[in-house]
């Protein structure tokens, strides 16, 4: 079975619509793992982004994020806690190519696993060639 990581710009589209592009492609990915096709793993981090992102971006209530947030635990997403290995790999990552530390996490996870990252957001983390970034707009 095909390993996807996604990132948080990904998972906000299945929590929200509201505002959100690319909703068809994402909502293929969902299918995909219906069918067995892939597995959707994501870091840690991928849960504070996405809070950050309905508090800030989305203001969703109390009440309405309470919901959002049991569909995120809902969601078929294995996430992964950062080793000391992973973190390391993250920081290498993120140096080297420049970017934050936050969007080097989701590639050293995909490095890790041998999986494709999908991203909505690709600006940063397809500055590097350690894994396969697609866009999700490609999908």
């Known amino acids: 079975m095909k ?14 619509q509201q505002n959100e592009l690319h909703l068809i492609q994402a909502d293929k990915i969902l299918n995909d793992v219906r069918e067995n096709r892939v597995m959707l793993l994501a870091p840690e981090l991928a849960k504070y982004e996405i809070g ?64 494709e990252l999908v991203t909505d957001n690709p600006k940063h983390q397809a500055k590097t060639k350690v894994v396969s970034v697609k866009p999700l707009e490609d999908y």
């Open 3 to 16: 390993k996807l990581v996604i990132d948080s710009s990904v998972i906000v589209k299945w929590l929200n």
């Open 52 to 115: 950050n992102a309905l508090l800030i971006r989305k203001q969703l209530s109390a009440n309405g994020a309470d919901v959002t947030f049991n569909n995120l635990f809902a969601l078929p997403i294995q996430f992964v806690s950062q080793s000391e290995e992973l973190a390391n790999e993250t920081y290498v990552i993120a140096k080297k190519a420049n970017i934050t530390y936050y969007d080097a996490c989701f590639i050293a996870l995909a490095k890790q696993e041998s999986a």
